[in-house]
């Protein structure tokens, strides 16, 4: 079994994000989001749907949590130390980081189309 509460709790910080306001962006219920960051629940017993909410709130992707290839390769650890970040700028890091994942995802779809 893995568990992923300290790799949520690092995204969570990076974004400044507390469990209060994750529950409040995911509609998921803190207790929830508490046994998965105090490692209760394993990532494999996470409900597949709540997974993909977390995600969208934190901007990254399911395979995040458990690949340090992953974390390695996302734009706003890739970025770290290079110059002062606020919460601000990181936020629109992970934005730009959402928009080339939907314009990789529609590119993918227009090749298949040709």
């Not at 910080?13 to 469990?19: F, Y």
């Not at 990181?90 to 298949?112: H, P, S």
Request: charged content about 30%; overall charge negative.
């Amino acid at each position: 079994m893995q568990y992923i509460g300290s790799e949520l709790q690092d995204r969570m910080n990076l974004l400044g994000i507390d469990v209060s306001t994750l529950s409040e962006m995911t509609f998921m219920d803190e207790d929830v989001l508490k046994d998965i960051l105090n490692n209760k629940q394993a990532y494999e017993d996470i409900d597949e749907f709540d997974l993909s909410l977390i995600c969208s709130a934190l901007h990254c992707d399911a395979l995040y949590f458990i690949d340090g290839e992953v974390r390695n390769k996302d734009l706003l650890v890739s970025t770290m130390n290079r110059g002062k970040d606020s919460v601000k700028s990181k936020n629109v890091k992970a934005k730009i980081q959402d928009f080339m994942n939907d314009y990789a995802f529609v590119n993918e779809i227009l090749l298949e189309e040709a």
